[in-house]
């Protein structure tokens, strides 16, 4: 590997840092993007057999840094079954018989180092569960027990998140012994338009306040809010040029501990589009109206003159002024000068200046 | 300690030598002991005295000869108009010495004074003082110091203020060449660009009319050792004027002595005076000889505030009885209006009795406390509190009246125990949410166009079953670099990587980062304020993005003006529904004038690009390049505006110009 010629570190101002750094413990938290009709559109590049490889290998050389580390997998966007844990696997009352079943699959290597082989099987066992699950024929989707959505289902990478995100807090709370450091990884395939602006902004502030990094592989298109997450929390963002080299984008980039952040240099994408979305017709737009009690982002002004959110009425009079389209006084023509130039310029302006104002 | 006494010998017989400065004029009297020679007294008035001449420290014989102007002054006359007195003790001699010095060169001084005043008086120019010097002013500035704060800041006084516009533009270097660019060269109504900049002139007005306080004056003179013994001390009017405001009793000894000494001797005589050195805060040496007139008011009441009573005289009244050189019988009561003059019985005196635990000291108590010890820096001490006092006073900020009532009402309030009282729960404003968040993040609607075929339902049922044998089977982790493909694509993904990292380090030591780390721990903290303080005068770094500092200042110069015509156009342009006629004008020169930047701006890219012509190619073409791209946003919002206007012209007028 050739030496980076550019510092990819930053100069630290003393040596405490890494001092009291090197021994904490970690959990990566993964979350796996499972929609079935992207990953069909990606299969030219990359399978999502690929990735499930990618990613063990990625867990292991985790678990393999200190000896107290751990993970946690989730998985979102599936149709039938939203977000789920994939690992840990939380308590159910399971059946015996299935248990069995499962403890009997080895679909990794057996001679395998334990510990990894554990988590992996059990990744890839809940993976396939969730998969079994989802609905064989493109009519059946959407088709819960009630009639309600036809044909449409919610997009849960940011149900994912926040379940993420509520076990870091447990898992924080609870050792008080040692102090673990979390961050999270999202491998994504969906676009933005599958994403809820609201929630995701609050999910991206919560990570914020908890110090949690978001990490970000994008497959697919660009997501514009997965960017502003991972800008807000110090993570970094990697859009997938080369798939096939997977594995080295998940064991460098989207890598580095949260003890590290401060000092290296993240190979983030820096170019964010700030932009934010509307409430009310999630178009992302740059110029809108912002509602001063919720504070929520419009791009039009609301027929009922009411907020959408919080309810609030608006003042009719700031909504005329708003609403009242720009008057212009039309240009002058210069006139050559055949006729004298004094009265070339004085034209009707009085008789069109009277545009009518809504 | 005013008269200097020394043993010396005149022609050869004992005596005693005394300066006698209480007289007017000065007088060095010798006397004989013995009292049966024929010559018992010689006296040598010093303000006749010419020269002075002592024999050198190394020789033997200590003799001291005076030579005096009027030989008719001394008694008894000698032809040579000198006298000489030997002395024992060289120290004696020195004294004595050194003290004639010091008057002979008051004398001269005070000789120099009077004569350039006549000359001066002629003209009816001022006299200046013995040893003075122009120097700066001290007291409040001149100019408008009446206005209050509202009539400074009102805007429409600030937007016809032109002279304080002036001012300001003098001062801010960036506000002039903006300024000029906009106003001068292209055309910018003055006032519409003085009308988004109110706050500059507001804080730049009440800048201006920030007077400074007042200080204590005589720590800022300091006296200047020159040569022939004598010492400098610069005082301006304007000084000598706070000196008496700061410090009453100098003015009272000044009233009191100036009609009989020139005003040059006597400041003469209070700069090397012990009052002046008391004053100051400085040790009084006892050694020191001071001053006799103005030393007196050493020991006067130093709270003296300058008002007195005129009191009939009584041996048995309780003031402070003080000599004034005329020796007038009447006493003066010094009123003053110190709190510690209001007597409080030592048995209700709370605060009195708290401050006087001994225990909290120790068993000794305060340093202040002490009879008898540390007289000098308690009277420093006290001298520099009375000198606080007293200016504070004088700034005339209101300290309010204590209300015997209200105060006795705050502090019932504050003896009450509020712990049981019931506790205001803070009210908040409900706010009630309707989440429809969701609503619209649709995974199905949302299919990627890309996939073939475009019917998904028939591609659906074989991919799943596809992709749900995936893990029954068991997998391989090494197949992840294993092939040759995975090799080249990790290397591929590695590069891209390195690249990433390489570009954020560039842009992060460009950044405010680098100067974050850059320095160490102690000085860190200091350079990020540095920082942040000369953010606005900040020399562009001159390496900024490779360009040369004189094209990023063209650049600098075209993007601040077209920024400034595109506030004020949007401006214009989002009240113009209701705006009247003149504005609209306005607006209309606005557009023009926007239409105007973007080929100024295109003109410079031009610029630039001929400029770099003859540089080698690569090189000038980078710069041609990114000189683009940073003009690239301005474009695209000059742009912008321009369409928005069109935009809205449409309906009106069928030709556009």
Known sequence: ?358 | MSAIKGAAAYKKKAGMLSLNEEVIPPVLVWRCIDDTVAIPLVEVQLDKITNLKATPATSEKMMLKIITNDPAATVPATPSSEVVFSFNSRATMEEIQRALQQVIARRKASLLAAESARELSLSGTPVPQADTKRSQSLGPQSGSDEETLATLTDPQKLLRNHQLQQKLLMSNKKLMATFKEVVMNSGLDPEEFWSTRINLLRSFAVQNNQKRGSYNVLSTIKPVASSDNEVNVSVTREKIHEIFNQYPIVRKAYDDCVPKISEGDFWSRFFSSKLFRKLRGEKINPYDRGDVMLDKYLYADADYDGEEEEVETSPSSKTHPTTSPSGSPVQKKHKSKNIDDIHINKIIDVMGNEEDNSQKLGNAPDITMRAGKNQDMLSIMKTMNRLSRRMLKSTGVDIEEEDPEKEEQENEEELELNDLRETHETEYNEINFKVNSNKHSDLIKNIPKDSSPLNPQEWYAEFLSELKGYFKVGIDLQEVYNSDEKKKGIREASHEIERLVRQNARQSSHGWHAIKFSASDASSLSSIQDQSVHNEDAEVDPSFLGLDPATIEQLRLTHSTSVEFLCHFWLGFNESATADKAKLVQLRKLYLSIKKCQDRVGATINNIEERFKNVKNEDGELVVAKARELMDPLSVSLDRAIQKYQLAMMPTSGNNA
């Open chain 1, 1 to 358: 590997m050739d030496a980076i010629a550019d510092r990819a570190f930053e100069n630290v101002p003393s040596g405490n840092v890494l001092k009291e750094q090197d021994e904490t413990p970690s959990l990566l938290t993964v979350i796996l993007d499972l929609n079935p009709l992207q990953w069909r559109s990606l299969k030219a590049d990359i399978t999502l057999k690929d990735i499930s490889k990618s990613l063990l290998v990625m867990l292991n050389s985790h678990l393999s840094l200190n000896s107290s580390n751990t993970v946690a997998v989730l998985s979102s966007n599936s149709y039938k079954s939203g977000a789920q844990w994939i690992y840990p696997k939380p308590l159910e009352t399971d059946d015996t018989e299935t248990a069995k079943q499962r403890s009997h699959a080895h679909l990794v290597n057996p001679t395998m180092y334990r510990g990894f082989r554990i988590i992996n099987d059990s990744v890839l066992e809940e993976i396939s569960s969730i998969l079994d699950m989802e609905p064989d024929r493109f009519q059946d989707i959407g088709k819960r027990g009630k009639d309600d959505s036809k044909g449409k289902v919610k997009g849960t990478l940011v149900g994912a998140l926040s379940m993420a995100l509520t076990y870091i807090n447990r898992v924080q709370n609870t050792n008080d012994s040692t102090s673990i450091k979390s961050r999270i990884l999202i491998v994504s395939t969906s676009d933005d338009l599958t994403l809820p602006y609201i929630s995701m902004m609050n999910c991206t502030f919560a990570a914020q306040k908890m110090k949690v990094s978001i990490d970000v592989c994008k497959l697919g298109t660009d997501s514009t809010f997965l960017q502003q997450a991972c800008d807000s929390t110090n993570g970094v963002y990697m859009y997938i040029n080369h798939p096939s080299g997977l594995i080295q984008y998940l064991t460098t980039a989207l890598f580095i501990d949260p003890s590290l952040r401060p000092i290296m240099v993240l190979p983030t994408n820096t170019n964010i589009d700030f932009r934010a979305s509307c409430f009310l017709t999630s178009k992302i737009i740059d110029i809108g109206f912002v509602c001063s009690v919720c504070l929520c982002i419009l791009s039009i002004v609301p027929h009922d003159e009411k907020c959408p959110i919080c309810h609030s009425q608006f003042d009719p009079k700031i909504v005329k002024t708003l609403k009242a389209k720009p008057r212009t006084l039309p240009l002058i023509r210069k006139k050559r000068k055949l006729d004298s130039g004094a009265g070339a310029s004085e034209e009707t302006d009085t008789s069109r200046a009277a545009t009518p104002a809504k």
